[in-house]
T-cell receptor, first 111, second 114 residues
């Protein structure tokens, strides 16, 4: 079963705009990770945030984690056409002993 | 450093046949996890190997099996293929596995069962 659920399922924006994607999960976690996938290729690890962290940055990416609401958000600032991809959250949930993925958000950035 | 290598990239098989997929992890990574990705079900965990031992298994039938060799390379096998096995199969390597650290994925093997 899916542990994480991304919202929205699809997002379409213009270059230069910010993109925000959300992830909700069901059980307590040790960490939450975000991945990007371009058109049926392998996934690329973007960022990992641990359960005792509230915010993390990496370049144009900002991830927040609210364990009380069991949710996370990924913000991509100043989006580029090259950011067009599917974005997945994945959780290392207590009792699962593996990384469990959501179904992803498809982001389309138009020039 | 070299990334995760999956072979072959594409496969077309007939129902009832069997298939073997290969994954070479990043040098030094001892954990290899396998996932099946389909449009309907998303990414589903198949199994994880660490130092040649299967450490965890997803909810897939016994037709799906795997192994890991002493050099950490891993193979997965699907026997008696069904149409529903058509999917992108992804392997991921990591240092510790079990979701503790970030995974590095290969480009995947696209399996089509006809």
């Amino acid at each position: 079963s899916q542990q994480g659920e991304e919202d929205p399922q699809a997002l379409s924006i213009q270059e230069g705009e910010n993109a925000t994607m959300n992830c909700s999960y069901k059980t307590s976690i040790n960490n939450l990770q975000w991945y990007r996938q371009n058109s049926g290729r392998g996934l690329v690890h973007l960022i990992l945030i641990r359960s005792n962290e509230r915010e993390k940055h990496s370049g144009r990416l900002r991830v927040t984690l609210d364990t009380s609401k069991k949710s996370s958000s990924l913000l991509i600032t100043a989006s580029r056409a090259a950011d067009t991809a599917s974005y997945f959250c994945a959780t290392d949930a207590a009792g699962y002993s593996t990384l469990t993925f959501g179904k992803g958000t498809m982001l389309l950035v138009s020039p | 450093k070299a990334g995760v290598t999956q072979t072959p990239r594409y496969l077309i098989k007939t129902r009832g046949q069997q298939v073997t997929l290969s994954c070479s992890p990043i040098s030094g990574h001892r954990s290899v996890s396998w996932y099946q990705q389909t449009p309907g079900q998303g990414l589903q965990f198949l199994f994880e190997y660490f130092s040649e031992t299967q450490r965890n298994k997803g909810n897939f039938p016994g037709r799906f099996s795997g192994r890991q060799f002493s050099n950490s390379r891993s193979e997965m096998n699907v026997s008696t293929l069904e149409l529903g096995d058509s999917a992108l199969y992804l392997c991921a390597s990591s240092l510790a596995g079990q979701g503790i650290d970030g995974y590095t994925f290969g480009s995947g093997t696209r399996l089509t069962v006809v």
